[in-house]
């Protein structure tokens, strides 16, 4: 049975959510499901405007995203609160995202196809 | 296997689920912090800017003082770039639990070695090399023992070399068939600079991987392969990117250029080195015995011919997938032989080993299904990782479980007493230390300290230096050592007069004049 991409990440997500809440409560839920939306979801929307397969933004987005989100974290969480700094980078750059998103959608509407997805290649070889 | 695409998905999301909880087995029943003196430097960092709800620029006393000089640019500042640390304490706060987060997160970033495998070689050589190359990195004892001890940056930079490898092979690929995907490199720029903040050892490897991999490809096309306005492009992004923190990227240039002391000074000029892979330091070099044994920290001895029958399989292809991994075998036997030169700590590069002797031990198996009569020979490729990875698995599994679950038990970490006298600490005047008698350990000691956000000592009590002493005997009753327990209760007498600031037997917290 053939999985869209939205449910094959909703599954994923709802898993790791689960596992997290099985072995640490509601401690384990909230990370897993904030660190995707503050971590993940953000970078992965920006890269949305490339042309990139999924599995590359994917994990491109979880790489990078647990390495740049926390830059400007870290910047503005020295001149206010850190849990505040968080919560307006996370606007932020959730905002940036899918406005990301969307300027590549239309790009992609307008017939600018991305190229067959790299990590097909080794499929087909 | 005719997976789809999102079958193949969900197998890897499982996968990982799985390794990660084996990785999380020693916060399932214990959630209070655990390792050695790095650790407890890495939590502490993570912990304060967390709690007090600021980023740390300048550090606080308690860090300051073991690690106020560790920035050479420019002391008491953070030693390492923020965003790990900072990262953790985004963990900490989403959780709620800070110090359970901050553990939960870090078990994360340190296995994550396991997805940039996956990435590399699902990529370079099907689902199946790269799912059964995962599942073995996922078990790799010299990971676990590296994490556990408390390693953390070290391990989660190691996971970007694979996917640094990956854009390169793409990007040059694509421009040598005359299709340039120039997004390719930027990613690597960026990566490259995110792995410089993780840890530069991890960086210094990466950049020895991409140095090896592009001669290989410069004998092998004979021509360039990149468009010089996207690697300067590149170079610039990079630039830009480590410049957001100027003080720990100028202390990585200090560091590499201002010398030091050696780890093992018996490597230095022993050019007989050159002929082994790797040669257990002759100095101590605060791991054991075993950490440099090939059997115990990667697999079972025999499966060494099958990663000398990958780098066989390597060499007779001599492509370009073949030349990225080769190019990894070669900067990695240089890092691990760079001490000869008296720079770099090769001990610490050899936990990078089984990041690439399992996708090539993989590799060794795709060799031996080329033998197989053709009619048989896509069948024999598509199970012959599976299957050789089930095998070692059996081997490797056990032990990883073991050590896991067993990690850090009863005295080894701070216990539910004393981290309960580690946060009333807390509210201590900042400026003060604590000596503390009952002390089974520096690493114990430590994290007292960094729980407590106060300097504690444990030796040295007559050269004075501290407000209050905290008598601690309640891992002396736990080990159930009459000697170390009758030499409490004799430094106790000291105290037969004083009214403790802090009374929850078997620990007390008296001042100290």
């Known amino acids: 049975m053939e999985l869209s991409t939205k449910l094959t990440a909703g599954i994923i997500t709802t898993a790791f959510a689960l596992f997290g809440l099985w072995l640490f409560g509601f401690t384990g839920l909230k990370l897993v499901l904030l660190s995707s939306i503050v971590f993940v979801l953000p970078v992965y929307l920006i890269l949305a405007r490339f042309e990139l397969s999924t599995s590359e933004k994917v994990f491109f987005s979880l790489f990078l995203g647990l390495v740049l989100v926390p830059v400007p974290v870290y910047w503005l969480g020295t001149l206010i609160s850190f849990r505040l700094s968080i919560a307006i980078l996370a606007l932020l750059l959730l905002t ?11 790009h992609h509407d307008q017939g600018n196809e991305p190229d067959v997805p790299s990590d097909v290649e080794a499929k087909q070889s | ?44 960092v993570a912990e304060y800017t967390a709690s007090a709800d600021r980023s740390i620029t300048t550090l606080p006393p308690y860090i300051d003082v073991r690690y106020g000089d560790d920035n050479r640019f420019k002391e008491h500042t953070l030693w390492y770039p923020p965003p790990f640390h900072t990262a953790l304490a985004m963990a900490g706060v989403f959780g709620g639990n800070i110090d359970l987060s901050i553990f939960l997160l870090n078990a994360v970033l340190c296995s994550l070695i396991v997805l940039g495998v996956y990435f590399l070689m699902r990529s370079l ?50 421009y040598l068939d005359g299709n340039r995907k120039p997004i390719y490199v930027y990613l690597l720029g960026l990566l490259l600079a995110a ?83 790797y040669r257990t330091p002759g100095t101590d070099v605060g791991a054991p015995a075993a950490y440099f044994s090939y059997s115990q920290m990667v697999a079972p001895l025999w499966t060494a011919l099958f990663v ?69 020979k896509s ?8 299957i050789f990875g089930i095998i070692v698995l059996f081997f490797i ?18 216990t539910p007493a004393q981290s309960e006298m580690s946060l009333w600490m807390r509210s201590l005047p900042a400026e003060n230390s604590l000596f503390h008698l009952g002390s089974i350990s520096l690493a114990k000691t430590r994290w007292i300290s960094m729980v407590g956000h106060h300097y504690v000592l444990n030796n040295g009590f007559e050269n004075g230096g501290f407000e209050y002493v905290i008598l601690d005997a309640s891992d002396a009753s736990q080990l159930g050592n009459p000697q170390f327990l009758q030499s409490l209760q004799q430094q106790a007498q000291a105290f037969a ?17």
């Open chain 2, 397 to 414: 599994v056990p032990p990883a479980f073991s050590t896991l679950s067993h990690a850090y038990e009863g005295v080894n970490r701070v």
């Open chain 2, 195 to 277: 792995n410089l903040f993780i840890h530069p050892m991890d960086f210094f490897h990466a950049v020895a991987a991409l140095i090896v991999v592009s001669v290989f490809f410069l004998i092998k096309e004979r021509k360039l392969f990149f468009h010089l306005a996207d690697v300067c492009i590149t170079i610039l992004i990079f630039l830009l990117v480590i410049a957001l923190f100027p003080f720990q990227t100028m202390n990585v240039l200090a560091q590499a250029t201002g010398g030091g002391e050696v780890n093992d000074p018996s490597a230095v000029g022993d050019w007989s080195r050159l002929f082994a892979w």
């Open chain 2, 1 to 44: 296997m005719g997976l789809s695409k999102q079958q193949e998905v969900l197998l890897v999301a499982a996968l990982y689920l799985v390794i990660l909880w084996f990785w999380t087995l020693p916060l399932q029943s214990n959630p209070l912090p655990y390792g050695e003196v790095d650790a407890a430097s890495h939590y502490a």
């Open chain 1, 96 to 106: 940036l995202g899918f406005f990301m998103r969307k300027k590549g959608n239309q």
């Open chain 2, 379 to 386: 069948l024999a490729k598509k199970w012959a990782p599976l």
């Open chain 2, 308 to 376: 000398l029958l990958g780098i066989a399989y390597l060499l007779l292809k001599r492509d370009r997938k073949a030349l990225v991994l080769l190019g990894w075998l070669v900067s990695l036997y240089l890092m691990l032989h760079i001490d000869i030169l008296g720079m770099g700590r090769g001990h610490r590069s050899l936990s990078a080993t089984a990041h690439l002797f399992f996708p090539l031990m993989v590799l060794g198996t795709l060799f031996l299904a080329s033998f197989v009569p053709e009619n048989q």
């Open chain 2, 125 to 174: 050589y099907g689902f199946e090399a790269g799912f059964m190359s995962a599942a073995l990195v996922g078990f790799s004892m010299r990971d676990i023992l590296v994490f556990m001890w408390g390693q953390w940056p070290e391990r989660f930079g190691f996971a970007f070399l694979p996917l640094i490898l990956y854009c390169f092979y793409q990007y040059t690929s694509s």
């Open chain 2, 497 to 513: 007069n004083v009214t403790p600031a802090y009374e929850r037997p078997p620990i007390w917290v008296y001042p100290w004049n």
